[in-house]
């Protein structure tokens, strides 16, 4: 277990020393706040004939900003791990290691999120002073947020796992975990929130994983989520985790096995 | 009339610190902080159409600078330079069609694609007609070998294969000057023997001029015959490669494996030295003329020999003995 | 050989009225040895393809889901968003396939092909942005759909004067982002690593040219017209297109100074790469 927290604490480390990275990508951050800031606020005042779906600006508005935050957070990217890897035929040095892969790239992970953490805390404490962030209605909620929040961030790691390993057996389908990620851009609800989606969709979009990366820790976060629903949407998230611990599981042997027959 | 006139260019560098980082960079572009470096300190020579040169000195002693300035990359501090009558730095473009350039470390080949088309490419740089394309390089496929590699792509061809692309592509538009930045740098024997071997031709058969810069005597020794020496930026020597060594390299070395260490005391050999390098090596230092016959068997006989080997003198070695005296005077002689 | 080789070298360099010609010319050579490269790895093509397909789906369905329960953001409907999103995307296409390669200077300088680059009768800015490696040929086309289908789904049609004003306004975006970047690449000559000045380049178009300009405080709009150009890159031209009027700065009638707002940057981003080179002829590094 410890093995895995060095990984980890070497993944904060790395991020940290791209200082420029860091800054621009604050930078960036910011500036998509503001952005965003100013259209739902328009949005809201040009449109007030019409019905906000029951979620008031200020609701609205704390949604998009810890979202933002959480996007920040959340982004897992294990390609530089796997698929360069794979693609310099290095990849059976990190095989030969008595170590579980996957479980590295896990930990991996959670230390560059761990670190985007350690940048966005501040940032949120700064968003709640200056935009007029409501906090969450009760300690539950909180803490369900985090949890919820935590299987989101394995689901997508899970998630751009299985679209990397692709690479063992092509390495042709470099994108495919961007593609995904661009997917749960719009159908996980960290944008526009799932229920200003039209009624014939959000059946099926609440269904995806997707919704379950975002959607549901936000919706908890701003007191959408309650009672019966809001387990309804965790045990949905804990499904999918289990679907897709599974199908990583299998395909981790399959590509492993790939790996001894082909040579690496 | 001269090819290249070269007439006391001076280049000197303002040598700033290393920046990194925009906001860093911006900076730098406001604040200083800075030495001079002299590169090249009034040089002047003189080549001919289709002599072959080589410009030889240590690293740091200013080769570079003056192929930069040559090809017209770089802007000199003083001096004038002419290249067939053009100043390459103001007319870089037309001086650029008269010209070929291999840089030793750097290619000029696109590196995914396939061998031939980085050619093709080049083709409309310079805009070379068709029927004149095909003809040129059909000749140079035949003379360097290249259909075996002509398709493949750059990346994955040997150092020498590329090399030897490169020598192509800088030729493919019949320049009449070519230069050469350190061209055998990381190349095996073979590959060394086989570039040298077509530099060679394209001076003699097809009457290139070759100015060719390396810090390998040997290499220089088997394509020119005139050379010059430039070392702290400026030249020490420019001349006869054969009256060179006679005069400053006019000694081998015959390097002697003994069976048993070596005896405390050696007796001298007439007109040799000796020099004990290791306890069972010995270093005999003998006049370039002179044959080895004599100091084998002499060797031989005095000692149980368990392997021989002749050494030729080493531009560091020349160096070494050149500086014996201040630069100045071995400039002068 | 020599003396005749001379004499056909000085009259090959010809004038300007070469120039003309040989450069389109070898752009359209650069374009065919990419797709050629390209060609050498179908899959790869077809996968970006439907890259670039999900990532464009991506952003007009956030927009799409924004305007389900809104229907009007600063002035502007879906519709008309779809089309600024479209227009955008025709001048960023252009620009793909044309100037982009700019940031590659940092690159080229660092790896030393810079100094290679200057040693052919062909302008070093020309051989930076005709690198054939690393091209995808793919952005105009899928631009080119994206905009069909945009203009089909306007609920007004478009006059053929609009289309006639079209690849200047398209060429016109280009020429502004083009010449930001080569301005802000110029400075590599000065210190090497630009590759943050790009990103920040990047970010500040990305995240302020999703949204109509109406919508952000006048000081924004003002910088966004008048010191990074980049409203004229899509919106100040949608307007005129779409005869709106959302933003008192700026009059629709702007629309037409496209071309030229485009060739003034790119003048100013070309002229500071001619000092910058100047600056490099002369220190060599």
């Not at chain 1, 949604?63 to 982004?75: F, R, T």
């Not at chain 1, 290095?90 to 761990?114: C, E, H, K």
């Not at chain 3, 227009?87 to 296409?93: P, V």
């Amino acid at each position: 277990m410890l093995r895995y927290g060095a990984f980890a604490q070497a993944a904060l480390r790395r991020e940290g020393v791209y200082r420029v990275n860091v800054v621009v990508g604050l930078l960036g951050l910011v500036l998509g706040l503001y952005v965003l800031h100013l259209v739902w606020t328009e949005l809201y005042r040009a449109n007030a004939a019409v019905a906000p779906a029951g979620i008031t600006l200020p609701a609205m508005l704390t949604y998009m900003v810890i979202g933002q935050l959480a996007l920040l957070v959340v982004q897992v990217d294990s390609t530089p791990l796997i698929r360069e890897k794979v693609r310099e035929g290095i990849i059976a040095y990190d095989l030969l290691r008595p170590v579980r892969f996957p479980l590295y790239l896990l930990a991996d992970n959670l230390g560059s999120a761990a670190f985007r953490l350690l940048i966005a805390l501040p940032a949120a404490v700064l968003a709640a002073l200056l935009l007029d962030v409501q906090l969450p209605p009760d300690a539950l909620h909180v803490l369900a947020f985090g949890a919820s929040l935590g299987f989101g961030l394995v689901i997508a790691f899970l998630l751009d796992f299985l679209a990397n390993l692709t690479a063992f057996w092509t390495l042709e389908t470099f994108g495919l975990q961007y593609m995904l990620r661009f997917a749960g851009f719009v159908l996980s609800g960290v944008f526009v929130p799932l229920w200003f989606f039209p009624d014939v969709w959000r059946p099926l979009v609440t269904a995806l994983p997707f919704a379950s990366i975002y959607g549901t820790p936000l919706s908890i976060f701003v007191g959408r989520l309650d009672g019966g629903e809001l387990w309804s949407a965790m045990l949905l998230q804990v499904t999918w985790t289990l679907l897709l611990a599974g199908a990583a599981g299998w395909a981790w042997s399959a590509a492993e096995r790939r790996v001894v027959v082909q040579g690496g | 009339m001269s090819l290249i006139v070269v007439r006391d260019l001076r280049k000197t560098y303002r040598v700033r610190q290393a920046t990194e980082g925009f906001l860093q960079g911006l900076a730098s572009v406001i604040g200083s902080g800075t030495t001079e470096v002299r590169a090249v300190d009034g040089v002047s020579f003189v080549i001919e159409p289709g002599e072959c040169v080589g410009y030889l000195g240590p690293n740091g002693a200013g080769k570079s600078t003056t192929i930069k300035v040559l090809t017209g990359i770089l802007v000199p501090s003083g001096g004038s330079v002419t290249v067939a009558g053009l100043t390459p730095w103001r007319q870089r473009m037309q001086n650029a069609r008269q010209i070929g350039v291999v840089f030793g470390q750097r290619t000029q080949l696109y590196w995914d694609l396939p061998l031939m088309h980085s050619f093709e490419m080049l083709q409309h740089i310079y805009g070379i007609p068709k029927a004149r394309y095909e003809s040129t390089l059909g000749e140079f496929r035949g003379l360097f070998g290249l259909d075996e590699f002509i398709r493949t792509p750059v990346r994955q061809l040997s150092l020498g294969q590329r090399m030897r692309g490169d020598l192509v592509a800088a030729m493919l538009h019949e320049p009449t000057i070519l230069y050469l930045d350190e061209p055998t740098i990381g190349l095996d024997l073979v590959a060394k023997d086989q570039i040298l071997e077509n530099i060679a031709t394209l001076n003699r058969v097809k009457g290139i001029t070759v100015l060719l810069t390396t810090h390998n005597l040997a290499e220089v020794e088997r394509l020119c015959r005139r050379i010059i020496l430039i070392h702290q930026g400026r030249i020490l020597h420019d001349g006869d490669l054969e009256a060179f060594k006679q005069k400053h390299a006019p000694f081998r070395t015959l390097v002697v494996h003994l069976a048993h260490p070596a005896p405390p005391v050696i007796r001298p050999l007439p007109g040799a030295d000796i020099a004990v390098v290791a306890r069972d090596r010995l270093e005999v230092r003998f006049p370039r003329g002179v044959s080895p016959q004599n100091l084998i068997r002499e060797i031989a006989g005095t000692f149980e020999v368990r392997d021989l080997a002749i050494e030729e003198a080493s531009l560091e070695g020349v160096l070494r003995e050149l500086y014996r005296e201040p630069p100045a005077e071995a400039a002068s002689r | 050989m020599g003396v005749e080789c001379r004499g056909a070298a000085r009259r090959r360099s010809g004038g300007l009225g070469v120039t003309l010609f040989r450069y389109p010319w070898l752009f359209m050579h650069y374009w065919r040895l990419s797709a050629l490269v390209m060609a050498q790895y179908p899959l790869n093509t077809v996968i970006w393809l439907v890259f670039a397909t999900i990532y464009h789906l991506s952003s007009i369905g956030i927009l799409w889901a924004m305007l389900q329960r809104f229907p009007v953001l600063g002035g502007w409907t879906f519709p008309e968003m779809f089309f600024l999103y479209a227009l955008w995307n025709m001048a960023h296409g252009l620009y793909a396939i044309t100037l982009a390669k700019v940031y590659w200077l940092s690159r080229h300088v660092r790896e030393g092909r810079f100094d290679i680059f200057q040693i052919r009768p062909v302008g070093a800015l020309f051989q930076v942005i005709t690198t054939p490696e690393g091209i995808s040929l793919q952005d105009p086309l899928i631009a080119i759909v994206l905009f069909v289908v945009a203009v089909g789904q306007l609920h007004v049609a478009l006059t053929p004067t609009d289309f006639a004003l079209l690849p200047a306004i398209v060429v016109g975006g280009a020429l502004v982002k083009g010449g930001l970047l080569l301005a802000v690449y110029a400075l590599s000559f000065w210190a090497v690593r630009m590759d943050a000045g790009r990103q920040l380049l990047e970010t500040l178009e990305v995240q302020f040219v999703r949204f109509p300009l109406s919508i952000y405080p006048q000081a924004v709009q003002w910088f966004f017209s008048f010191v990074l150009p980049f409203a004229f890159v899509s919106f100040v031209p949608a307007q005129l297109i779409l005869r709106k009027d959302t933003v008192a700065l700026l009059s629709p009638q702007l629309g037409y100074l496209t071309p030229a707002v485009g060739l003034a940057v790119f003048a100013a981003g070309y002229l500071l790469w001619r000092i910058g080179l100047r600056r490099y002829e002369s220190t060599g590094s």
